[in-house]
């Protein structure tokens, strides 16, 4: 069938686990019951033995277009041929207590005009496609027996078994449809009953008016309302409710460069998304996903269970596990032959001293905006404090996990910085002892040395680690945590530097922006990857900043903005890079870059407003 663009995929959900639907119809990817169990439709990484579930017209020719119900994750794919229109709504209902509905995904198939013929293919790749299934005739439909789990396939349609899978075809007319129903269901249970065309109609509804219900809450009203709306409706589907958890993507080992080996898995939790998590959600009104993401947190703070030579490691699965084993997928070819196919990430066991800062950042923000934290929370923030006053100068791996050393990050010792200055302010907006001159002490130790080794006199801009001449984005968030003022001479002269084109020594391609350039920052992997759309964010954001006493760079920050809202899919989803071409490259939809979208969004409309340019923010 053919590998599609990552960017032509929707994404539906119910906060447990999350499938990607083409334009085509196809699901090619979805994990049951979680987010980070194993797939049973896997095509996006190999389309031959991934498996999928498609409907969709058995006709060629037409066109495709994609669209969300309105403020809404539910997903409308609509085939356009000369012989009719036909609309296929997706859905997974969200789950209330005692529900039997808790993992299922909803497919209503509607012929709008005319009279066409439908196709259905519903082929299960139990665990990554490692495991040989059953497939059975059942009350409803098809039963697919897998390992520790089945899927039921319920269909108002006849479907023929063929090998390990179950296909159907029939025509509709206009104004006729049909409801297919997939769940979940454990090893030898008998659900509760087939489903009917008005039980999944009222689910539809429950599922809208939940959606819509909760968007209502968001506070936002500015310029971009409707990307704003869209990246929170993306991250509140990237939230695993049970524990209030965020993955950074639904998917794993989407390449960062077609066929090459920057293939990883993002279905975990990372402690760097934190400040910004707690920061953007609680900007735009989500204060109950803010507490609940809070106290994911503070089990990993409370109950330290590192990998790692430190006491917190970078990233934590869902249910807060520690071990994310890492291991290859050999049996399976890759997205467009991308390898090697990982699940789990290695990385979690590297030392990394930034996430000192980036929590110690969202419980200063949390308990700011939110809640105050309680004294026993601040004996486990206290002693992890001290671990960094004591521990700050270490090399580590820095920011984007590198593979090929430890070095002296700039980016992990300014977030050094931020987890003392924070740890300071807190300690003393509540009166909480702690040990503030041996913090203060490392605090100033920290700026000046970053000043003296991290700037580099010759190139006029901060740079990635010490000794080195490589300029690196994560720098643009140094006036963002305040350790540079925005308008700083450094500051201003480090994002000329950032904004120069990648072959005349910068990391700009127009409005878009590379971490880094591999080639003077060697990060021990091979081949080349497209450019960072959070770190895109994160100029805007600089810009933004530096733009309150400089109108032309505020003018800047907002031209390039809408420009990186060009690169979004026609869903206003985006994946974790920009590839050459301006296609969608890593895995899909990611958070960090919603995240990046809503607080450029937030500061930047502000900003607009405080100058007199108007809106409605």
Request: proline letters at 5%; a neutral charge; glycine letters at 10%.
């Amino acid at each position: 069938m053919g590998y599609q663009p990552i960017e032509n995929y929707g994404i539906i959900g119910n906060m447990r686990s999350a499938a990607l639907i083409g334009l085509d119809g196809s699901i090619d990817w979805l994990c049951l019951p979680r987010f980070d169990s194993p797939s049973v439709f896997g095509a996006i990484l190999d389309d031959a033995k991934g498996g999928r579930f498609r409907i969709a017209p058995r006709l060629d020719g037409g066109r495709y277009k994609q669209f969300y119900w309105p403020d809404t994750n539910v997903l409308v794919t609509r085939f356009l041929h000369p012989n009719g229109i036909l609309e296929l709504i997706d859905f997974m209902p969200v789950p209330v207590p005692g529900d039997s509905c808790e993992h299922q995904v909803i497919r209503r198939v509607h012929v709008v005009t005319g009279e066409l013929p439908i196709q259905v293919e519903c082929r299960p790749a139990f665990d990554y496609a490692r495991f040989t299934h059953a497939t059975l005739e059942d009350d409803c439909g098809i039963r697919f027996v897998g390992p520790g789990m089945d899927l039921v396939l319920s269909s108002p349609e006849p479907l023929r078994i063929d090998g390990q899978g179950a296909f159907g075809d029939f025509t509709l007319k206009a104004g006729e449809e049909r409801t297919f129903v997939l769940q979940y269901q454990p090893p030898g249970k008998k659900g509760d009953g087939c489903p009917t065309p008005v039980g999944s109609a009222a689910l539809f509804q429950r599922t809208v008016d939940y959606w819509q219900r909760w968007l209502k809450r968001c506070t936002y009203t500015g310029r971009w309302r409707d990307q704003v709306y869209r990246s929170a409706l993306a991250l509140k589907l990237l939230t695993y409710e049970p524990t209030g958890a965020i993955v950074a993507a639904v998917t794993t080992s989407l390449p960062e460069g077609i066929g090459g080996v920057r293939n990883w898995d993002y279905r975990y939790t990372w402690i760097r998304d934190a400040a910004f998590t707690i920061y953007a959600l609680l900007r735009i009104g989500f204060t109950e996903e803010a507490v609940q993401f809070k106290g994911w947190l503070r089990d990993r703070w409370r109950n330290p269970d590192s990998h790692c030579d430190g006491p917190l490691q970078l990233m934590y699965g869902i249910d807060g596990r520690a071990d994310l084993d890492e291991f290859e997928l050999s049996h399976l070819d890759g997205y467009r032959g991308s390898k090697p196919v990982r699940i789990g990430n290695g990385a979690h066991g590297q030392l990394q001293l930034d996430v000192y800062g980036e929590l110690m950042d969202a419980v200063y923000l949390y308990n700011k905006y939110a809640s105050p934290i309680n004294y026993d929370e601040w004996l486990r923030l206290r002693g992890m404090i001290d671990w960094v006053a004591g521990n700050w100068q270490r090399q580590d791996e820095g920011i984007w996990e590198v593979r090929g050393g430890r070095r002296n990050f700039v980016y992990s010792r300014v977030l050094c910085w931020v987890a003392l200055d924070r740890g300071l302010r807190l300690a003393d907006k509540r009166s909480f002892p702690a040990d503030r001159a041996k913090w203060i002490a490392a605090r100033d130790a920290i700026l000046e040395e970053v000043m003296d080794k991290g700037w580099h006199k010759d190139r006029k801009a901060f740079v990635q680690s010490y000794g080195s001449d490589a300029l690196d984005a994560s720098l643009l968030l140094l006036p963002l945590v305040f350790f540079t003022a925005p308008n700083d001479p450094r500051m201003l002269s480090t994002l000329d530097a950032i904004r120069t084109p990648l072959p005349q020594g910068g990391l700009a391609a127009d409005g878009l922006i590379y971490r880094y350039d591999p080639a003077l920052a060697p990060d021990g992997l091979h081949g080349t990857e497209g450019t960072f759309n959070m770190c895109s964010f994160w100029l805007i954001e600089a810009l933004t900043r530096a733009g309150k006493t400089d109108a032309k760079l505020l003018a800047e920050a907002r031209l390039r903005f809408e420009q990186m809202l060009g690169y979004a899919n026609h869903l206003g989803l985006y994946a974790e890079q920009t590839g050459a071409s301006g296609e969608a490259l890593g895995n899909f939809p990611q958070a960090f870059t919603h995240l990046g979208l809503i607080s450029a969004a937030f500061n930047l409309d502000r900003a607009l407003n405080s100058r007199g340019y108007g809106g409605t923010g």
